[in-house]
């Protein structure tokens, strides 16, 4: 089985319910980026929002797991149902918390060679590690995803187990279409800020197509391929 689009945007469609699920998946993201709105000087809010906010990110990144999960286990499955909100939310808080403590990870092994070899050679060194572990971002989140447990974003020989063909054609189609929304999104607030809106709305696709692209690269690498021969 080849990696494909088409795969991931007939998984969805083929969702009685995709329009809902991913309505409510982007009133939460729009609500995410209404602090960005007021730092432009777009809006106006409230403080409450600022955790309304954050409350929002967690859920909704829940949501996005809970997918990915829902694919491991079901290459076919369906975007998740909207029904437990609390659970979503603690899939969402384990994950930011995860992030955090591979961050300062990220950051000491980025900074260590600087402050051991501090001429040109850190530097080259910095940069190596850097775009190491920025490429291996997303396999670090398919981790979480299989197990939605912190433990699972540290064990690293696994996550550097993705590096495979499969996995770099994943992250190359996503970042095509990753880029082409962008430029969509640029070109859409050119012309009117309030396009921001759709601007979003494409953005929140292209991320639940990649989803769903990484996702058929860990049944190429860690299980027996998937016919999804609609």
Known sequence: ?????????????????????????????????????????????????????????????GYCFKYMNNLINKPKGKLPE????????????????????????????????????????????????WIFLSLLGPALMMNFSEELAVKSMFEFKKILSYARPAYYKALAISGLITSGAFLISVILCFINVYLLILAVFINLYVVVLSMHLFVQAYHEIFAEPVDYGF
């Open 1 to 61: 089985m080849s990696i494909a689009l088409s795969f991931a945007q007939e998984n969805i469609l083929n969702d009685n319910d995709w329009k809902f699920k991913l309505f409510v998946l982007f009133v939460l993201a729009f609500i995410v980026m209404l602090p960005g709105g007021e730092e432009a000087g777009i809006i106006q809010i409230e403080p409450f929002i600022y955790v309304l906010s954050f409350f929002s990110l967690l859920i909704s990144s």
């Open 82 to 129: 909207w029904e437990n909100f609390l659970d979503l939310f603690w899939i969402g808080l384990k994950f930011f918390i995860g992030s955090i403590l591979v961050s300062i990870i990220m950051y000491v092994c980025t900074i260590l060679p600087i402050v051991i070899f501090p001429n040109v050679v850190s530097i080259i060194i910095f940069l190596f590690i």
